[in-house]
Nanobody, 124 residues
């Protein structure tokens, strides 16, 4: 059974950093895509970053150069290091797992499992 548990959210000021973690069980990184998405109130769930089959990384243009996704061997965790945060990064952040192909990694509908989400709030 696949389980995903996010942690690390919080309230920070613009320019600060946060590190989100997603502890996983029941899956193998080399077989799936691990993705981070975010959802602000009244908006659709939005792609942030993905780790494809434990090797290649992909980012939304809005976070490229500021966010870094990595897969940790400890406790099968996937992390999202978020630097130079902006107020527009405020959202609930979710990690998800997908067995889809590379072309689908930005589509939240292709992710079969999700964590409960963690709130990130960036004040100006």
């Amino acid at each position: 059974q696949v389980q995903l548990v996010e942690s690390g959210g919080g309230l920070v000021q613009a320019g600060d950093s946060l590190r989100l973690s997603c502890e996983t069980s029941g899956l193998t990184f080399s077989s799936v895509t691990m993705g981070w998405f975010r959802q602000a109130p009244g908006k659709d769930r939005e792609f942030v970053a993905a780790l494809f089959r434990g090797t290649r990384t992909y980012y939304a243009d809005s976070v490229k150069g500021r966010f870094t996704i990595s897969g940790g061997n400890v406790k099968n965790t996937v992390n999202l290091q978020m630097d130079t945060l902006k107020p527009e990064d405020t959202a609930v952040y979710y990690c998800g797992s997908s067995r889809g192909v590379l072309s689908s990694i930005r589509n939240p509908n292709m992710y079969g499992h999700w964590g409960q989400g963690t709130q990130v709030t960036v004040s100006s």
